[in-house]
């Protein structure tokens, strides 16, 4: 089999530019400008309907843009088989013809799927215990869902999309997702983009991490940066403002006489310091990050600026 | 475990030193291959690659090509120098801080920890 | 951006025959299913003809099972066959898409797909008319595939005639299915609502003009054969018209 995309290139696998995709009056891409770096697995995370399917469609040329570019392995994936064929894309929402099973699902892969394994695939089928033969009407939401995952694992695809793979999947199942996803990813590098809610439980395995809110890319960072990139400080109101005087402050709360406030990233002398000043120290975790950059706080702020 | 706070890829170079330090890895032994550590950590290779790529740089680990990873000589004694050299600023000093918010006084909690170490 | 991540041209194989066998995966839908059926339907017809041959008395008998060449039994497959098509754009379009195919392959494969089973049930449909001719109706005298529609002229003709219906029947269908997928509810209501107006449009223009005699006069000349000839002009708009609708069309609602 011919590697169809040299996992040493450094060409961006994505790039696309103010991006657009509009349906009547909602925008439901707005304005993206990113890339995506090959050999990487990035989280596009956001809340529901904040864009994530919209712009994958995009990038898959599954839908049309509005206004913009879009760019994979250097060109429009629109009618693109030379693009499309190096593509996986598991959608939560994917349709099925009507008298399909599993096994027709897996017949049909090694036709559209240049690097199909199928040994890989009868591995997975066994450890998420899919039943092949049961219609796929028929199968609950994390069977289905089990199907996708299988499907966008053992198709290898050199770009591979994951749209909220793991609905209705128990704890165990995700687990299992996660780490043959991880070992089938060291063993045959490739570029995987993961769209989820469940930040908590992917975070450590994203490279790159890409939120986007209502259609707009609010945070397109390295994975390692935004860890401990904010910082929560609680304690009585006059340390913690003696302490975060001066600084940038992203969120303040306070009770009474004490106060808890969010703020950028602290050195490890800088956080030795707070603690001798009686502080609570807490890093914030990606999830939280998220939660306060895509909150109704943060929607409020950015509608101010725009006006 | 892997922490909120601070990059996973320091978090694993430190539990290679911990290892290092308590001998579990010994000198001119070999380490466990990236793909190992993310698969064990669930953490990204490239990520679990950065951490071991830190330790080469600082001469704790080296690599043969072809084979893999192994713990540099003396490397275990370069880790306790640095780490007795920190050991002050990371414990000593919020011992200190928490122990004076108490009202605990210098000399008292030199006794603490002597009644501490007489009775473990 | 530089190309150098582009694959040589000998790893990029068309997708349309991975279309084909793609719908042909379960070929009881496509085949078991219409052949178990046309099989029933000719059994039922067998024995309606037996109750008739029986009861009606010998002078009339000739006359009585002459009127079964106007059976319209077998439209059945034909209908089935338009809804293979309808799902084939409705279910497996969007599943194709998530196999990383063109719509342009998807549609080339679906024409394809359309064409095989279309010459497979002409073979069908014509062999069973010559049996039923050499068996004289069946030991009856009962017409099922050798209606006065069709499968009356050659051979060759019958199996022309066959094909062409087939051939209809799936593009416009696929035609059909096309505008939904793409425009939903308001594409069907504007779609009928033009074929209607188009429909009435015409019916008017006969009326008005007093040709209704010179239609019907048409229809007589040009024959059966021929006027389903004249259907390959409508299969053709419909199955150019579903391609360039289709080639903007998206998987989700």
């Given at each position: 089999m011919i590697a169809?995309?040299?996992?040493v290139s450094t060409?961006?696998?994505?790039?696309?530019?103010?991006?657009?995709?509009r349906?009547g009056?909602?925008?439901?891409?707005?304005?993206?400008?990113?890339?995506?770096?090959?050999?990487?697995?990035?989280?596009l995370?956001g809340?529901?309907?904040?864009?994530?399917?919209?712009?994958?469609?995009?990038?898959?040329?599954?839908?049309?843009?509005?206004?913009?570019?879009?760019?994979?392995?250097?060109h429009?994936?629109?009618?693109?088989?030379?693009?499309?064929?190096?593509?996986?894309?598991?959608?939560?929402s994917q349709?099925?013809?009507?008298?399909?099973?599993?096994?027709?699902?897996f017949?049909n892969a090694?036709?559209?799927?240049?690097?199909w394994?199928?040994?890989?695939a009868d591995?997975l089928i066994?450890?998420f215990?899919?039943?092949?033969?049961?219609r796929?009407k028929?199968?609950s939401r994390?069977?289905?869902s089990?199907?996708?995952?299988i499907v966008?694992?053992?198709?290898?695809?050199?770009?591979?999309?994951f749209?909220?793979p793991?609905?209705?999947?128990?704890?165990?199942?995700?687990?299992?997702?996660?780490?043959?996803l991880l070992?089938?990813?060291?063993?045959?590098p490739?570029?995987v983009i993961?769209?989820?809610h469940?930040?908590?439980?992917?975070?450590?395995m994203?490279?790159?991490?890409i939120v986007?809110?209502e259609?707009?890319?609010l945070l397109d960072?390295?994975?390692?940066e935004l860890?401990?990139s904010?910082?929560?400080l609680a304690?009585?109101a006059?340390?913690?403002?003696?302490?975060?005087?001066?600084?940038d402050?992203?969120?303040r709360?306070?009770l009474?006489?004490?106060?808890q406030v969010t703020?950028?990233?602290l050195?490890?002398a800088e956080?030795?310091?707070?603690?001798?000043?009686?502080l609570?120290?807490t890093?914030?975790?990606?999830q939280?990050l998220v939660?306060?950059?895509s909150g109704?706080g943060?929607?409020?702020?950015?509608?101010?600026?725009?006006? | 475990?892997?922490?909120d706070?601070?990059?996973?890829?320091v978090?694993i170079a430190?539990?290679?030193?911990?290892d290092i330090?308590?001998?579990?890895l010994?000198?001119?032994?070999q380490?466990p291959?990236?793909n190992?550590?993310a698969?064990?950590?669930r953490?990204?290779?490239?990520t679990?690659g950065?951490?071991?790529?830190?330790l080469?740089?600082?001469?704790?680990l080296?690599?043969r090509r072809?084979?893999?990873?192994f713990?540099?000589?003396?490397?275990r004694?370069q880790?306790l120098?640095?780490?007795?050299?920190?050991?002050s600023?990371d414990?000593?000093r919020?011992?200190?801080a928490?122990?004076?918010k108490?009202g605990?006084?210098?000399?008292?909690l030199?006794?603490?920890?002597?009644?501490?170490?007489a009775?473990? | 951006?530089?190309?150098t991540v582009?694959?040589?041209?000998?790893t990029?194989?068309s997708?349309v025959?991975?279309?084909?066998?793609?719908?042909?995966?379960?070929?009881?839908?496509?085949?078991?299913?219409?052949?178990?059926?046309?099989a029933?339907?000719w059994?039922?017809?067998?024995?309606?003809?037996?109750?008739i041959?029986?009861?009606?008395?010998?002078d009339?008998?000739?006359?009585?099972m002459e009127?079964?060449?106007?059976s319209?039994?077998?439209?059945?497959?034909?209908?089935y066959?338009?809804v293979?098509?309808v799902q084939?754009?409705?279910r497996t379009?969007p599943?194709?898409?998530?196999?990383?195919?063109?719509?342009r392959?998807?549609?080339?494969g679906?024409?394809?797909?359309?064409?095989?089973?279309?010459?497979?049930?002409?073979?069908v449909i014509t062999?069973?008319s010559?049996i039923e001719?050499?068996?004289?109706?069946w030991g009856?005298?009962g017409h099922?595939?050798?209606?006065?529609?069709?499968?009356?002229?050659?051979p060759?003709?019958?199996?022309?005639?066959?094909?062409l219906l087939?051939l209809?029947?799936?593009?416009?269908?696929?035609?059909?299915?096309i505008?939904?997928?793409r425009?939903?509810a308001?594409g069907?209501?504007?779609?009928w609502?033009a074929v209607g107006?188009?429909?009435?449009?015409l019916?008017a223009?006969?009326?008005?003009?007093n040709?209704?005699?010179?239609?019907?006069?048409?229809?007589?000349?040009?024959?059966?054969?021929g006027?389903?000839?004249?259907?390959?002009v409508v299969?053709?708009?419909a199955?150019?018209?579903?391609?360039?609708?289709?080639r903007?069309a998206?998987p989700?609602?």
């Open positions: 169809t995309l040299p996992a060409d961006a696998v994505v790039e696309t530019s103010h991006l657009t995709k349906y009056d909602v925008t439901a891409v707005n304005d993206v400008s990113i890339t995506i770096e090959p050999g990487r697995i990035h989280g995370l809340r529901n309907g904040a864009g994530k399917t919209t712009l994958m469609q995009l990038l898959t040329g599954q839908d049309f843009g509005s206004a913009g570019s879009v760019s994979v392995f250097g429009s994936p629109v009618e693109n088989a030379r693009v499309l064929q190096q593509l996986c894309f598991i959608k939560e349709k099925y013809p009507e008298d399909f099973r599993p096994k027709h699902v017949r090694p036709l559209f799927f240049d690097n394994d199928q040994a890989f591995r066994a450890d215990r899919l039943p092949v033969n049961r796929i028929k199968l994390g069977q289905l089990s199907l996708g995952v966008g694992l053992a198709s290898r695809a050199p770009l591979t999309f749209d909220e793991y609905l209705g999947l128990d704890a165990v199942a995700r687990q299992l997702f996660y780490d043959r070992e089938d990813f060291a063993e045959h490739r570029t993961l769209s989820t469940l930040i908590d439980e992917v975070q450590n994203l490279e790159h991490v986007i809110d259609g707009r890319i960072a390295d994975a390692e860890r401990g904010a910082t929560t304690g009585t006059s340390a913690v403002d003696a302490f975060t005087a001066g600084r402050i992203l969120h709360q306070s009474g006489s004490l106060a703020i950028g990233r050195s490890s956080r030795r310091e707070a603690l001798e000043a009686g609570d120290v890093p914030v975790s990606l939280q939660v306060a950059l109704e943060a929607k409020t702020n950015r509608q101010e600026e725009e006006r | 475990m892997i922490e706070g601070r990059p996973i890829f978090q430190e539990q290679i030193e911990n330090i308590d001998g579990v010994p000198e001119e032994g380490v291959s990236t190992e550590f698969a064990f950590h953490i990204n290779p490239a679990a950065k951490g071991v790529n830190l080469v740089e600082n001469g704790v080296y690599k072809g084979i893999g990873m713990v540099a000589s003396g490397a004694e880790l120098a640095r780490r007795r050299a920190e050991f600023a414990y000593l919020p011992l200190i928490e122990a004076a108490l605990i006084s210098t000399h008292h030199a006794e603490l920890i002597r009644k501490e170490e009775g473990s | 951006m530089t190309t582009d694959t040589p041209s000998g990029r194989p997708r025959v991975p279309v084909l066998r793609l719908h042909l995966t379960n070929r009881w839908t496509t085949i078991g299913t219409p052949l178990v059926v046309l029933l339907i059994a039922a017809n067998w024995i309606v003809w037996l109750l041959v029986r009861s009606v008395g010998a009339d008998r000739a006359d009585a009127g079964t060449q106007f319209g039994a077998i439209f059945y497959i034909f209908v066959m338009m293979v098509a084939a754009i409705t379009f599943f194709a898409l998530g196999f990383s195919v063109t719509r392959d998807f549609f080339l679906t024409a394809l797909l359309f064409a095989v089973l279309s010459a497979f049930y002409a073979v062999a069973l010559l001719e050499a068996t004289g109706g009856l005298g099922l595939f050798t209606a006065v529609w069709y499968g009356t002229g050659s060759i003709e019958r199996f022309v005639q066959i094909l087939f209809f029947f799936f593009f416009v269908g696929a035609a059909v299915a505008v939904y997928l425009w939903r308001n069907m209501i504007v779609f609502v107006v188009l429909g009435l449009g019916a223009l006969a009326t008005f003009t040709s209704w005699p010179a239609v019907y006069e048409w229809f007589i000349a040009t024959g059966a054969f006027v389903t000839a004249w259907s390959l299969t053709a708009l199955a150019l018209v579903g391609y360039v609708v289709l903007r998206t989700t609602a």
